[in-house]
Every structure is written in structure tokens, then in C-alpha cells.
């Protein structure tokens, strides 16, 4: 129900809801993943000091142009940006939360979780290899689930989306043949398949299309009740996507490089782990007036914070305390704007 409200504040957003007169406001825009929890937060940031948070999930591409052209106050991506892109704009990038994206499937008479694939399996239907839902690869996976006989139909994004990115970062991961001939972006040379934008263009296909495959963010999946697939993980184990196991993959995050504060999150060790997550990354301008980004900073401060529980009931994954208090470390030395 938390959730429902936050997506149906988010589309008043949207549309142009704007503070009362003379209140002060703040503008973002980024990713669709994380726009419940952003309208969720801004909701409750409102309530409790006046100050109202617009974000427009206009995909991490969008996010990123308008943070570069200075149109927006903040910036997301799901696409951590270089060091050298940074420097070059005069950014800074820190992330925000923990995001899991889940195979979404429509087939008859498959529940949530029914069936399992692995990473191999996962690529191959997205070449364009696995053409058949009862192909072998397939039913070696799920020896005791009765397949459907249908042809499989690849749904995915139009858009320049983090989503993709680190989607078919995954298949480069676990696929030399995908890192060869499609590689790894926010748009890339989809070998087969139907395109739809955003987040909801794949629902909204995959629903109607039966036999579809698409990949979206878990809580979106779990809002729009799709079906999602277990995967099998680094270890060789079955996980199902779940706070457990997007805990167990987020403990094991590593720092890539600390200029761009990357973290390493696609298909982590450990048993438990969900081998499909990304952070999500907020994007701000190192040149924008002190006062302004600090009063962003408080905004997503209250998120990293008071802001927790909130998003654990919408599914995302808070960042772990040691990585928070890097990133606020961040805000002091390269934005000089907190505390």
C-alpha cells in the first residue's frame, strides 16, 4: 500500500504538482528504479520541513544530460559515470541505494519462481539462440516444471537505460559470446527482440505478449505482479530474488575506483547472493553555490537515513553504514557543503 501511494504521489509529481507560493523546492531527474523510493521520500521530506522534492523519471541517460546542462538540481544514474566524464562536468556522483533487476517472464500457468535460469541460459535467449521455452537448455533447469511449447519473444528497453546497462553487464560477465558481439551500455545492438521504454513499456508488453521475456527492477515487478525467475548465482546455487539474497550480494559490494565511487555489484560471491544488482548513483554539480547543495544534501541525507526503513518496505537495499559514511566523507571534500 506504501508503495501504491508513493507511485501515485510520483505521477502528481510528475505532471507539475508544485509547492505552495514562495516555498522553497528542489528539482531531479534520473532513473525510473528508484522513483518510488525518491517520491516516497519526498513525500515524507515534505510533510516534515515544507521543502518539496520533484524528481522526473526520465531514465538515467535523461538524468545524466540534464545534470551535465544544468536544468535540473540533482541528477540519478544507474550508470556510475568515469572519473574523467566527471571531472569534465564538473560532477560528483555517490550512490544512493541498492537496486536488483529480476528476469520477468509471461507464461501460462508459471507462478513467480517457478522456474530457474543461469547466466549462460539468460544470454542465449537475448542472442537469440534459445528460441523455445521447452528448448534443452531450458528443461535441464527445470527438470520437474512443465514448459509450454511456446517461442520466446525478447522484450527490451528502447531507452538509454542504467537497467540495460547493467543487465547486459551481467551477460558479459557470464557470457564471453554476449561480451564479444553485444558488449555492455545503456544502449546497445539488441541481436532480436521488441523494444519498449522505460520500465513500464516492458510490463506493459510483456503482459500482453505471451511467451515474453523482459528484465526489470524487482519492486517494480513485484508492484506490477510479474513473473519473475530464480537464477543461478556465482556459486552454482539457486537464489531467488529477495531481501536476503539482495543483502547477501550488497554486503559483498566492492569499491571499483573512488573518484567515480563505483561499486562492484554484478554477481557477488556467497551462496545467497542475487546475481543481478547495481547501486543507483545520485548526480550533483561541484560548481553549483554552496547553499544549493547543501540543501540537496539534506534531502538525501534524510533519504540515506530516516529514509531506510522506508525504502526496505519498497524493496530497494539501503546502503551498507561503512559505504554511508564514505559518501558523506564525499559531500564534505569535493562539495564543501556538509555537515
Not at 573518484?259 to 554484478?266: Q, S
Request: with cysteine.
Amino acid at each position: 500500500m506504501k508503495r501504491f501511494f508513493g507511485l501515485c504521489l510520483s505521477a502528481l509529481l510528475a505532471t507539475g504538482l508544485s509547492p505552495a507560493a514562495g516555498a522553497p523546492s528542489l528539482n531531479g531527474a534520473g532513473g525510473s528504479a528508484i522513483h518510488p523510493a525518491m517520491s516516497l521520500w519526498a513525500q515524507n521530506y515534505k510533510r516534515d520541513t515544507g521543502i518539496a522534492v520533484n524528481y522526473q523519471p526520465i531514465g538515467s541517460g535523461g538524468g545524466i544530460r540534464q545534470a551535465i546542462a544544468r536544468t535540473i538540481d540533482f541528477g540519478n544514474t544507474d550508470k556510475p559515470l568515469t572519473a574523467t566524464a566527471l571531472k569534465e562536468n564538473d560532477l560528483v556522483q555517490f550512490p544512493i541505494l541498492v537496486l536488483s533487476i529480476v528476469p520477468v517472464v509471461n507464461l501460462p500457468d508459471i507462478a513467480p519462481g517457478a522456474i530457474v535460469l543461469d547466466g549462460p541460459t539468460l544470454a542465449g535467449i537475448f542472442l537469440g539462440k534459445v528460441t523455445r521455452w521447452d528448448a534443452p537448455e531450458i528443461r535441464k533447469l527445470n527438470p520437474n516444471v512443465k514448459l509450454p511449447p511456446l517461442s520466446v519473444i525478447v522484450v527490451h528497453r528502447s531507452d538509454a537505460s542504467g537497467m540495460t546497462y547493467n543487465f547486459t553487464s551481467y551477460l558479459s560477465s557470464v557470457s564471453p559470446e554476449w561480451k564479444a558481439q553485444v558488449g555492455s551500455d545503456t544502449a546497445v545492438a539488441w541481436p532480436v527482440g521488441l523494444a519498449a521504454q522505460g520500465n513500464a513499456g516492458i510490463a506493459v508488453t510483456l503482459m500482453k505478449t505471451q511467451g515474453a521475456i523482459g528484465y526489470v527492477e524487482y519492486a517494480f515487478a513485484l508492484q506490477n505482479k510479474l513473473t519473475f525467475t530464480g537464477l543461478v548465482n556465482q556459486e552454482g546455487k539457486r537464489a531467488e530474488p529477495g531481501m536476503d539474497s539482495f543483502r547477501a550480494a550488497a554486503d559483498r559490494a566492492e569499491i571499483q575506483d573512488e573518484e567515480g565511487f563505483r561499486l562492484i555489484l554484478i554477481d557477488r560471491p556467497g551462496a545467497a547472493s542475487w546475481p543481478l544488482m547495481t547501486a543507483t548513483y545520485m548526480l550533483m554539480r561541484a560548481d553549483a553555490p554552496v547553499e544549493k547543495n547543501r540543501a540537496i544534501l539534506k534531502f538525501l541525507d534524510y533519504g540515506l537515513h530516516r529514509g531506510r526503513s522506508a525504502a526496505e518496505d519498497l524493496n530497494y537495499v539501503p546502503l551498507p553504514d561503512s559505504i554511508v559514511q564514505r559518501v558523506e566523507a564525499v559531500w564534505t571534500d569535493k562539495l564543501h557543503a556538509w555537515p
